[in-house]
């Protein structure tokens, strides 16, 4: 299976601030990994597809790039809300993995 | 507006079955794959299972094949997972998703709300 390892795993920023969140997988996956956005007993909602497409109604502040093992999930300026657990995932081969999880708290 | 809505969880003892659906509103279900995913409480997500438009195809993690069962009803826009042999590690809150083409690509792009499934003696 496709292991992906995002780090960090906890983030501590401020209103206005830049955050990039990095996920790594234990494999070539192309460009096949989309992030995800995830705030306390809600469902995720898909923030980027195909490693840097930006699904439409997501705010042009969140930006995805990279390719094959290592990707970076970007908040140009936080807003407060965007304080949500980010979670990447690929869907390259089966079993589709997800990343850990990243939560990105108020400092 | 696209809409999931799961059904069907609850408390089953280990050893026990249980059978989720999800109905889908406001889009042409039968022209989407379909997946489930769960979350373990306080863990991250995971991918459970996935069938194509019509039930020809189906794909399943390995620790719940044999276990559980994707299936589909394009009449009445509803996906299901029966759940068989249950295990305590099956407890999490299950989500049905939508799972979209372009081009390539695939992504999940509409969510349901998540039903709870317990697995406890």
């Known amino acids: 299976d496709i292991q992906l390892t995002q780090s960090p795993s906890f983030l501590s920023a401020s209103v206005g601030d830049r955050v990039t969140i990095t996920c790594r997988a234990s494999?070539?996956?192309?460009?096949?990994l989309a992030w995800y956005q995830q705030k306390p007993g809600k469902a995720p909602k898909l923030l980027i597809y195909a490693a840097s497409t930006l699904q439409s109604g997501v705010p042009s502040r969140f930006s995805g790039s990279g390719s094959v093992t290592e990707f970076t999930l970007t908040i140009s300026s936080l807003q407060p809300e965007d304080f949500a657990t980010y979670s990447c995932q690929q869907d390259h081969v089966y079993p589709w993995t997800f990343g850990q999880g990243t939560k990105v708290e108020i400092k | 507006e696209e809409q999931l809505v799961e059904s069907g969880g609850g408390l089953v003892q280990p050893g026990g079955s249980l059978r989720l659906s999800c109905a889908a509103s406001e889009f042409t279900f039968s022209n989407f794959w379909m997946c489930w995913v769960r979350q373990a409480p306080g863990k991250g997500l995971e991918w459970v299972a996935n069938?194509?438009?019509?039930?020809?195809?189906?794909n399943y993690v390995d620790s719940v094949r044999g276990r559980f069962t994707i299936s589909r009803d394009n009449a009445k826009n509803s996906l299901y997972l029966q759940m068989n042999s249950l295990r305590p590690e099956d407890t999490a809150v299950y989500f049905c998703?939508?799972?979209?083409?372009?081009?390539?690509?695939?992504?999940?792009?509409?969510w349901g709300q998540g039903t709870t499934v317990t697995v406890s003696s």
């Open positions: 998703a939508r799972r979209d083409r372009v081009i390539l690509w695939s992504r999940m792009d509409v």
């Open positions: 494999q070539g996956i192309d460009n096949y």
């Open positions: 069938i194509n438009q019509d039930g020809s195809e189906k």
